[in-house]
T-cell receptor
Framework: DAGVIQSPRHEVTEMGQEVTLRCKPISGHNSLFWYRQTMMRGLELLIY????????DSGMPEDRFSAKMPNASFSTLKIQPSEPRDSAVYFCASGLDLNEQYFGPGTRLTVT | AQSVAQPEDQVNVAEGNPLTVKCTYS??????LFWYVQYPNRGLQFLLK??????LVKGSYGFEAEFNKSQTSFHLKKPSALVSDSALYFC????????????FGKGTMLLVSP
């Protein structure tokens, strides 16, 4: 198995632009998680999907952030408009229900 | 609410010596506990978990962890450290019943010197 796949690996954009991060979970996993990692705040859960349905989006920082999971093999996290404080590493993880999670390599986002 | 404390930002160990990375937790009810490792510019990798049963859990790369309910701790250990073990280690907890996502600690950087 290729593991969790994320794209792009690096994204540099200007403030105000739309950013879309993509994730392909491990086949057969029914749970998908989006996290954000920064030095100041550590690892934060943004949103959790189970069977393609958003279960918990309480960690989404504000309306500028949105996430979708149109099918079992694909999810997106969109930021519109982006701001410098959104600069972070964004991880996607998948698993079976709420058991151990398998993380992708992350997308390093820089907003200038 | 649930929480994880990793009291040490960094642990320094000489290669060949035993290592311990500390973790204490707070959760209502019984816990599910996890350790993850993160190498530079990589995602977190699952190391081991405690669900129930034997308090000593063995995981990947020779790591083990001991669950201590009375001390609410789940310390990560390895008998003989390798330079290649140098990485950032995260402890995580969730409640073992009902809906509960993982809460991660802040992480502990392990540096193993040759």
């Amino acid at each position: 198995d290729a593991g969790v796949i994320q794209s792009p690996r690096h994204e540099v954009t200007e403030m105000g632009q739309e950013v879309t991060l993509r994730c392909k979970p491990i086949s057969g996993h029914n749970s998908l998680f989006w996290y954000r990692q920064t030095m100041m705040r550590g690892l934060e859960l943004l949103i959790y999907f189970n069977n393609n349905v958003p279960i918990d989006d309480s960690g989404m920082p504000e309306d500028r952030f949105s996430a979708k999971m149109p099918n079992a093999s694909f999810s997106t996290l969109k930021i519109q408009p982006s701001e410098p404080r959104d600069s972070a590493v964004y991880f996607c993880a998948s698993g079976l229900d709420l058991n151990e999670q398998y993380f992708g390599p992350g997308t390093r986002l820089t907003v200038t | 609410a649930q929480s994880v404390a990793q009291p040490e930002d960094q642990v320094n160990v000489a290669e060949g010596n035993p290592l311990t990375v500390k973790c204490t937790y707070s959760v209502s009810g019984n816990p599910y506990l996890f350790w993850y490792v993160q190498y530079p510019n990589r995602g977190l990798q699952f190391l081991l978990k405690y669900i129930t049963g034997d308090n000593l859990v063995k995981g990947s790369y020779g790591f083990e962890a001991e669950f201590n309910k009375s001390q609410t701790s789940f310390h990560l250990k390895k008998p003989s450290a390798l330079v290649s073990d140098s990485a950032l280690y995260f402890c995580a907890v969730r409640r073992n019943s009902g809906y509960s996502t993982l809460t991660f600690g802040k992480g502990t950087m392990l540096l193993v010197s040759p």
